[in-house]
């Protein structure tokens, strides 16, 4: 069972997966993520992963079996896995935080970047079906979406809030910081 459960929330392209990664890599953390239980359900559909496929499979689930659904889901596999830390990436509604919130060992971090720096970023990652010819004006339509509209509402109730507007250094040495704050150091 986890001693530390982080979970990350943020707009698209704010660094969640950058500050997962990091704690993957130098802290073996433990990783889940929301969207990682809808892919498994878009690649056992055989539909392509786009954003908008994402968001019609998580409204469909949440409407059939409930909002928390996820939430639930993702409990499961934190307090099920085997290392002492783990990240949950990709919280979007107070929701996905009803089974997390209670627990002692978790702990919301909120994660801020500007929109032109996030639309930047999507960009060059590419990580989504469609991202790298994403124009401004799509991603201004996308942030208004059932699964991003809620966003800021959850980072209101997190307990830090690390701005990503500088360098990739600078904001690792901010998880960094943290995680020595709770009393961790990295392991490689």
Known sequence: MA????????QAGCGKG?????????YGAGYFRFSGILGDVLDRLFLEKTRDN??????????TFGEDILSYTIEQEAL??????VVVDGIRRIEDIIALEPLPQFNLIAIHASPEKRYERMKGRGEKSGESSM??????????????????????????????????????????????????????
């Open 80 to 85: 099920q896995a085997p290392e002492e830390i």
């Open 18 to 26: 950058t500050a997962a990664d990091l704690l993957r890599e130098k």
């Open 54 to 63: 994402f968001i019609k499979i998580s409204e469909g689930l949440r409407k």
């Open 135 to 188: 124009t401004w004006e799509q991603f201004l339509a996308e942030g208004q979406a059932s699964t991003e509209v809620t966003i800021p509402h959850v980072m209101e109730r997190a307990r830090e809030t690390i701005s990503n507007e500088g360098t990739r250094e600078a904001f690792e040495t901010r998880i960094h910081d943290l995680m020595e704050g709770w009393g961790y150091t990295p392991i490689s």
């Open 3 to 10: 001693n530390l459960i982080i979970g990350f929330v943020g």
